[in-house]
């Protein structure tokens, strides 16, 4: 209820290199000066003997974000197609000097994607590094969250005016009740229909 707007004034320059190949290639930097930046938080739950901890959002009086991010697709072979990204990200916290809470330093991510036929198949992941949190009221500062993979996969088959997939989604089972609650793994199914 005692959130404010946030207001910021952001810079950024990229450019995109498409040779007359199968390659494609970008590369960007950014900077974002911020005025009460939203910031999920951790806080501990309160009668929770073993600190269970609550995400809350709170503002961020100055804070700055700057980095860059460099992307890449290549298709070595028609029916074969890679993508790879990596991306730095800088972080502070003028009031408190020190960097914002939950935001990795460091972030690749890879796909690659098969298509033979009717048939199609794709496997992704992001790699997700370190990150800081600062939890008052458990005894824990300046904790650093470790990295994940988060991986996904899926296969399909297409017929006349329907396709077939499965697939399963968190592959490596990733996550944690405190600083990454993301769903455990899962597997799925169903069809896509086309009228």
């Known amino acids: ?7 910021s004034l952001s810079s950024s ?13 970008s590369v ?5 000066d911020v005025d009460g930046l939203i910031q999920a ?27 860059f991010d460099v992307s890449a697709r290549w298709s070595p072979l028609r029916i074969v ?13 003028k009031e408190l000097n020190e960097p914002l809470e939950g935001r990795a330093r460091h972030r690749a991510n890879g796909s690659i994607s098969v298509h033979i036929s009717e048939w199609d198949f794709s496997l992704r992941g992001t790699w997700v590094g370190e990150r800081p949190f600062t939890v008052e009221g458990t005894g824990y500062s300046n904790e650093m969250a470790d990295s ?3 991986a996904d996969t899926r296969i ?3 017929f006349n ?30 069809m896509d229909l086309t009228f």
């Open 1 to 7: 209820p005692d959130l404010k707007p946030e207001t």
């Open 13 to 25: 320059i990229g450019i995109e290199y498409h040779p007359p190949s199968k390659l494609w290639f």
């Open 28 to 32: 960007s930097g950014y900077r974002h």
């Open 41 to 67: 938080e951790l806080e501990p739950i309160e009668d929770d003997p073993i600190y269970h901890l609550l995400g809350v959002y709170r503002n961020v009086s100055e804070a700055t974000l700057q980095g």
């Open 81 to 93: 197609t890679l993508n790879a990204g990596y991306s730095y990200l800088d972080t502070e916290d």
């Open 148 to 150: 994940y993979l988060l």
């Open 156 to 158: 399909s088959r297409r």
């Open 161 to 190: 005016k329907y396709s077939l997939f499965v697939g399963v989604n968190n592959l490596l089972d990733e996550g944690d009740n405190d600083y990454l609650p993301v769903r455990p793994r899962a597997a799925f199914t169903g």
